[in-house]
C-alpha cells in the first residue's frame, strides 16, 4: 500500500500492509483516535485505496485516484447528515444498504464513509446496519470514523477492523496485562506458560479486546526496526523484536488478525483458542 499523502504510525502502516499482502482487508473499518482531520484524510486515502486502478495503490495519479480525491469517484459515497445537528437519518441508511447491493459503477468496490459516526447515527441507524456488516457482499467498504471507537455500539465493533490513529485512546490495565502475558508466553521456553495466559481468551469479548492490543504490540515490535516511537508497549516490543525475526513477527500480526476475524465470525472460543496457542507456538518456535 502507498502511504504519500498521509501521516500515520509506522504500526499503522504495518498493520494496513499486513491486511493487503494476506489479502484479508476487511468490509467494514472504524477509524478512531487522533483529531477530525487525520482521520478524514485516512478515510479517504482508503477509498482511494479501494478504487485506484494502478496496481501499487493508491496511486494518487489515476483517473480513479484523481475523482476520489476531489470527492467526485461515483462508487465513493458520503454519508448525508440532516438539520443543524447534521445526524444521517435511518432513511439514510436504509438506502446506502440497498445501494451497497448493486455492483459498482466504475471500480472493483464500493465504498461508504460514515463521518464522526459517533455523533451522527443513532441507534435505530446502527440497528439498520447491522445485518448488512455481517453478511456484507465482496466488493463493499463501509468506513466509519469517530474519536474513540470505545463510543460505538459493541456490536458494530465487533463487525468492523478498527483502525487506531493514535495511541492517546488509553487502553484498560488488565487488557494490557493480559496481552503482555500471551506476547511473553510466545518467546517463554515452556508451553505451559503460553496456554495458561491465552485461557482468559476462551471470553469472547476478552479476546475481541486484547487481540487488537497485542496486534498492536507486534506492529509495535515490528516498527521499533525503523526507528518508529511504539505505540503501546515500548518494553515488550523491544523484548518480542530481540528474540524473534522480522519474518516472524510478521506471520505473528496475520495470525492475530485472522484470530480477530474467526472471533467476529462466533468461531467457538475453546476451539479458536487452542488453535491461536498452536500456531503462535509453531511461528516462534520454527526455524
Ligand atoms: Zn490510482
Redesign the pocket.
Known sequence: MNFHGITISEALKAELESMEKSRRMPHAIIISGGDGQSRESLSRHLAMWAV???SQ??????R??IKAQSKNHMDIYYAKGRGKTDIIPVDEVRNIIKDSVIVPGEAHKKVYIFYDADKRMAKEGYNAFLKTLEEPTQDTLFILTAESAKTLPVTIISRCAVLNISAKESIPEDTLVLAREILKGIIALREMELMKACAALSSRQKALEVLPVIRTVLSDALSLSVGAEPLCDAETATLLRQKLTKAKIISLIDVTSNAINKTNRNVNPTILTTWLCGEYRRISWQK
Request: with cysteine; net charge negative.
Open positions: 485506484c486502478e494502478s495503490k493508491p496511486c494518487g495519479e489515476c480513479a485516484c
